[in-house]
C-alpha cells in the first residue's frame, strides 16, 4: 500500500493514540485470547470475529472465536462452523483476555456467563447505546461498523492484511453500510477503509453476492407476503410490518428470513420517516422489534425506552407480550417523534 494513501489512516490513529496503545498493550500481554460477539450475528460481528482470529493469530496469539447464534439466516449459516460454542469451552480461565465486538450490552453477549470473565474483557463497539461493561472499552458511535474500528486496531498493531483478512472485513464494513446507503457525513471514514481493504485484497464483488444474493425462491415468496402486510401511519410518515415465526416454517422447513429486506423496501417509499418490523414468536410470547428511520429521528431512543438500544437510525428490542398489546405500544411510542 502507497504511504501516501495511509496518511488520512495515520491521522485517524493518531487522534485515537491513547486507547489504541491501552487495547494493544492488554493484547500483546495475552497469549490466548477469545473473541466473542453478539446474539444472532450479523455480518458485521461476524466480520469482526474472523478478522480479529486473523489478525491477532498473525502476531502469534492463540486465538479463538465463540458464538452461541443463532445463525439464522443463509448468509450468517455459512460461517456457523468457524466458530466455537460455549459448551466447547472449559473454562473462562483457559483465556487471558476476552474481546467482545460490536456488542452494546453484556446481556447481547453470545456466550454463556460462566464462560466469560468481564473484568479481563476489552470492548470494541460503535452503538449510540454502547456501555462499558468490560476492563477496557473502545465505543465511538462515529463508525458506521466495528469492523471499521477492527481495521484501525489491527492497523496501529502492525498487523499484515492478506487478501483473506482484508475479504472478511470488508464484509463487515459493507454489511453494515448497507453497500454504503448508511453512510453519513460525519462517518464517511467507512468509504476511506473500504478503499484500503479493497487494496489489501478485498473483494466487493464478493462481499455484495455473499450478502444480497442468498436467497431461495421460498425466501423472495415469503417477502412478497410480508411486504403485503405492510400499513402506513401518521400519512405515511410511519410504515409497519409483521412476521410471526410461523410464517417461516413451510412443508417442514424453515425459511429464512432477514429484515434487512423489508426495510430496503420501506425506506424507498417517498416521505417515510420511521420503519417498523415486528418479528412474533408465539412459543415464547415475545416480539422482537427492529426500527429504521431518517436522520432526524432517533429511534434509538424508543428503542432505550423498552429494554433495547443501537443507532440513531437503526435500532431493536425484544419485548415479552402479546404481539396486538406490543405492537400499539410501540406504534404509540413511535407516532410521537415522527
Known sequence: ??????????????????????????????????????????????????????????????????????????????????????????????????????????????????????????????????????????????????????????????????????QVLLDGVLSDNGYYQHIRTHKYGSLYITYLLIGYGGDPNLSYRRMFCNNTLDTEKLFSKILGRTESLCSGKILWSYIYKSDRNIGGQTIDFNSGMMFRDMLSVKGLKVAVFFKIDEEENEVNISFRSTDDIDVAAVAGELGGGGHKVASGCTVKGDFDTVKNKVLNMVSKIV
Open 1 to 166: 500500500m502507497n504511504n501516501s494513501n495511509l496518511a488520512i489512516l495515520n491521522d485517524i490513529i493518531s487522534e485515537r493514540t491513547d486507547i489504541l496503545h491501552s487495547l494493544a498493550e492488554q493484547i500483546n500481554s495475552a497469549k490466548r485470547i477469545a473473541v466473542v460477539g453478539h446474539v444472532n450475528p450479523d455480518g458485521d460481528c461476524i466480520g469482526c470475529q474472523l478478522g480479529l482470529r486473523g489478525g491477532l493469530t498473525g502476531l502469534g496469539k492463540s486465538v479463538s472465536i465463540i458464538n452461541d447464534g443463532p445463525f439464522d439466516n443463509s448468509y450468517t449459516r455459512d460461517y456457523a462452523d468457524k466458530f466455537s460454542q460455549s459448551s466447547e469451552i472449559r473454562s473462562k480461565d483457559d483465556f487471558d483476555l476476552f474481546i467482545v465486538a460490536d456488542s452494546s450490552s453484556a446481556e447481547r453477549v453470545a456466550v454463556t456467563e460462566d464462560k466469560i470473565d468481564f473484568n479481563r474483557t476489552i470492548i470494541i463497539d460503535h452503538h449510540q447505546s454502547g456501555t462499558n461493561f468490560g476492563k477496557t472499552a473502545w465505543i465511538e458511535d462515529g463508525f458506521v461498523s466495528a469492523s471499521e474500528m477492527v481495521f484501525i486496531l489491527l492497523s496501529y498493531m502492525g498487523v499484515t492484511f492478506t487478501p483473506q483478512l482484508a
